[in-house]
């Protein structure tokens, strides 16, 4: 392509004229998937804005309106479109309020997973030797159990040496250190199998003959090189701390009910499901579905249209 | 082989050795076991005369040889709860699991096989489309919610007043989609059949089948979404390889190039990956268990945890570590032995 100017193309231009691009505007299921996210993370974001009553503030509740059915079952009270829960609280604020407390987990998560698995997975790739082997062999340690397995038993060891009082308190931060800490080594070691593909190419010889120092070669030069499997990997995991998040809560081990997470949500639901008051734990349950299921596909599409050479086995 | 066999049995010590120490220091930073013991009346003096005589005052590194020595001779001190040998405990509760994890198995094993190579066989076939579209929504949804659902539908049950029920097919429609919800979803059920020493056995039974059939179901469909996509994906990587085409060409039938030649090969990585994940099934177990009362190992880890039952919990950790080894292992094995590509000896690739 031949231009008159020698204007560098904007970021704007650069986006359009991608094959990314290209792909998004023909595959009608990551538009779809990608609106309904974007949907769902302002909707829950602006839960203060949305919700007709907030469910921390307890003048709001009425312990009389509870477990009232959604608003296409006989005896729905139509101050609350989709019922209330055991407490008396709105479930349509508790699932927006929920969701955004499920998705700062699932961010913060992941933010800390890739900045540990990034940090480690270049460290290994780069200077190799003893440091390879000892991180690595940590990371396989770590992921012959699962993540999963890890962050249940963690989450009961801190909440067993902390009390359930300050746990509970601090769960938020609490679960982003556990799941962060549990997940990092599928981060680690994508980023290392890729900083092993790109470490023997000449620019990195290049920067090294100039006598750049290796934390600068390992950051500036090699990282940007790695970054597709790393958006690749990211969706699938923010898919997964959500579930953890879920799953830990679920347990118990997570956000307390008056705290509401979607885990802890259905949790709380669970317990009246056997009286018939099915919706209580099944519409946050459907709200996690919709969520993971259009992350997981948006990550489908992420990794058809990037198709990097992903770590296998 | 032997070198391969030494090193993986080094990596399994050094595994055991880690998951040890960890398991040895929150014992050891968890409670105070004379607390535990005398409770609040004894005074210090005499406090202090237990922790000299149980050596609670030596060195952490004495005290974990300690440790281990008895843990390698089964001894794992008593549970607080049952009043009884930790280990004890667990192994009442380990055949409840195993039979969980049995079930679940084979259901994965005999869906994920055909349909998997249904769909690399006919990828652009609705059904397959149906199946993958499918499998990804079985991944996206949790354990316990897929739990949740099934308790719903088959133990509690599902009315539909959807369609109008004046005409004959709206009746229809709703009889079709309403559930009666008469399957049993709490615990193991009243009909066990001892097999031997502390195994009771699901598997005997109708009643015992049928309070086996929803948590095995649930816990069966975390991993069978991933199991359909590695088969076809295996498979359909199989089907264009020279040799398919090659048998093709001799005019062999395509029924025996796809279960014959083709499927031998997609069963590799399928029995390693396989393996692995049905070790990692421990985990899913401690959700399953939970949501239908299944008196299992998972059951009760969590029910310890509440009870903080640091010597169950301690003994679980390490008994689980050693199912994650062992089967991790034998997986390794059985690849270096069916698949002679894999430089045993060499570094992992």
């Not at chain 1, 009553?53 to 003048?59: E, K, M, W």
């Not at chain 2, 607390?35 to 060195?59: A, K, T």
Request: aromatic residues 10%; glycine residues 8%.
């Amino acid at each position: 392509m031949s231009t008159t100017t020698n204007v560098p193309p904007s970021r704007w231009e650069r986006l359009r004229d991608s094959y990314m691009w290209y792909s998004f505007k023909r595959d009608r299921t990551a538009q779809l998937c990608l609106a309904v996210f974007i949907c769902m993370v302002i909707a829950a974001f602006a839960s203060p804005l949305l919700a007709p009553t907030n469910p921390y503030d307890l003048s709001q509740i009425d312990i009389m309106s509870s477990e009232l059915p959604p608003f296409w079952i006989d005896g729905a009270d139509e101050r609350y479109a989709l019922g209330t829960d055991a407490q008396g609280r709105d479930l349509w604020s508790i699932v927006l309020y929920g969701t955004r407390v499920s998705l700062l987990i699932g961010f913060g998560a992941v933010i800390l997973q890739a900045l540990l698995g990034v940090t480690f997975g270049l460290m290994a790739g780069y200077l190799g030797g003893r440091v390879d082997t000892i991180l690595m062999r940590l990371a396989d340690i770590q992921l012959s159990f699962s993540t999963l397995m890890v962050a249940i038993v963690v989450g009961a060891l801190v909440k067993a040496t902390m009390g359930s009082a300050f746990y509970s308190q601090y769960a938020v931060m609490m679960l982003i250190l556990i799941i962060g800490l549990a997940e990092w080594p599928q981060y680690a070691r994508t980023v290392r199998a890729s900083v092993l593909a790109e470490k023997n190419k000449e620019y990195v010889d290049a920067a090294r003959v100039m006598g750049l120092r290796s934390k600068r070669i390992m950051f500036r030069h090699v990282l940007p090189n790695t970054m597709s499997p790393i958006f690749v990997i990211s969706t699938v995991q923010i898919a997964n701390a959500i579930i953890s998040e879920a799953a830990l809560s679920f347990l118990g081990l997570g956000m307390p009910e008056t705290h509401p997470s979607l885990g802890s949500l259905i949790k709380s639901g669970f317990d009246y499901i056997q009286s018939g008051s099915w919706w209580i734990t099944l519409i946050p349950g459907a709200v996690l579905v919709v969520l993971v299921l259009s992350i997981n596909l948006l990550g489908d599409w992420l990794r058809d249209v990037m198709n990097p050479r992903l770590y296998k086995g | 082989m032997i070198a391969f066999l030494i090193k993986r049995l080094m990596h399994a010590i050094l595994v055991m050795f880690v998951i040890s120490v960890l398991a040895f220091a929150i014992q050891d930073n968890l409670g105070d076991p004379v607390q535990q013991m005398v409770g609040q009346s004894v005074p210090e003096s005499e406090r202090e005369e237990i922790r000299e005589r149980f050596g609670l005052n030596d060195p952490f590194l004495v005290q974990y040889v300690r440790f281990a020595k008895n843990a390698v001779q089964g001894d794992f001190g008593y549970s607080y709860f049952y009043r009884e040998p930790a280990l004890e405990v667990i192994a009442r509760h380990l055949p409840a699991t195993l039979e969980l994890v049995f079930a679940a198995t084979l259901i994965i094993v005999l869906f994920s096989v055909p349909i998997g190579v249904y769909s690399a066989i006919k990828p652009r076939s609705p059904i397959s489309r149906l199946f993958m579209g499918i499998s990804i929504i079985g991944i996206s949804i949790p354990v316990f919610l897929t739990a949740i659902v099934l308790i719903q539908i088959f133990a509690i049950g599902v009315t539909v007043t959807l369609f109008p029920e004046s005409t004959g097919w709206g009746a229809w429609l709703n009889d079709f989609f309403s559930t009666e919800g008469n399957m049993p979803s709490f615990g193991r059920g009243y009909d066990l059949v001892n097999v031997v020493g502390n195994w009771d056995t699901n598997l005997a039974t109708w009643n015992g089948l049928q309070h086996l059939v929803l948590p095995a179901v649930s816990l069966a469909s975390i991993m069978l979404p991933l199991f359909i996509r590695l088969i076809r994906a295996e498979m359909m990587e199989v089907l264009q390889s020279e040799y398919v085409k090659y048998a093709r060409a001799k005019g062999i039938s395509m029924r025996r190039v796809y279960f014959v030649h083709a499927l031998k090969n997609t069963m590799l990585p399928v029995i390693t990956v396989g393996g692995v994940q049905i070790g990692t099934m421990v985990a899913y177990t401690i959700l399953t268990e939970t949501v239908f009362q299944w008196p299992g190992m998972g059951l009760m880890f969590l029910d310890a945890i509440n009870r903080a039952d640091i010597p169950l919990i301690v003994t679980y950790l390490m008994i689980v570590g050693v199912i994650f080894v062992v089967t991790n292992t034998i997986v390794d094995l059985i690849y270096g032995m069916v698949n002679p590509t894999v430089k045993l000896t060499g570094k992992p690739a």
